[in-house]
């Protein structure tokens, strides 16, 4: 379905609309899509009914898990609101708000976008001190600490945050209360230290 989406929240006690236009949308594989606003990436997703519901609990407990390891993903946060798209009734949604960030994508799609391009692309120092390197490094680590899966992102030389993971789904077993192994991850934190061929 097309058509502008009127986004409504609560912010500071009184009610805020932010129209999303549908030709500024970037299509996302899980939401209705992406768009950039201001500083930040909007990821809008649709919560009618209690299934979409808990698995948008499911994702905020995912970024929380990851945020508190450490994972860079642009300073995430979650906003429930109610979403009216074009001449439809008002239903529930949420965004994803991240920082908005420019630089090389990387991903394991097909066909993929390596990892390795990206650094070579952003001209990543290949000094193990620098501090890219070590920053991007660290982001990786804990990539693999949370067995992130389908791993993707950015990664921009001289940023604060010079790698940033997007969508993310860790391998979190709730009921084993511990994380999977992801080998996509295993494979980047290989990749950046071969990258630090110098000191």
Known sequence: MSGDIKFTYQSGGRAVTQTL???DKQN???GIGVWHVGNYAWKVYAA???SQRNTL???RADYRRADVRGLPMGRPRFQGGTIKQGNSNPYGGMVLIVDWFEGTNFNFHRPPKPFKSALEIQRVSCSK???DHR????GCESAKA???QDCQGYVKAGRYEPIVFIDVHTSWNARQKKFGSSQQAIDMVNIII???TQP
Do not use: P, Q, Y
Not at 135 to 138: D, G, L, M, Q, R
């Open 21 to 23: 236009l549908w030709k």
């Open 28 to 30: 996302s594989r899980e």
């Open 48 to 50: 009618k009914n209690d």
């Open 57 to 59: 609990e499911k994702l």
């Open 129 to 131: 001190s620098s501090i």
């Open 135 to 138: 920053k991007i490094k660290a």
């Open 146 to 148: 949370v067995g992130l």
């Open 194 to 196: 071969a990258w630090g």
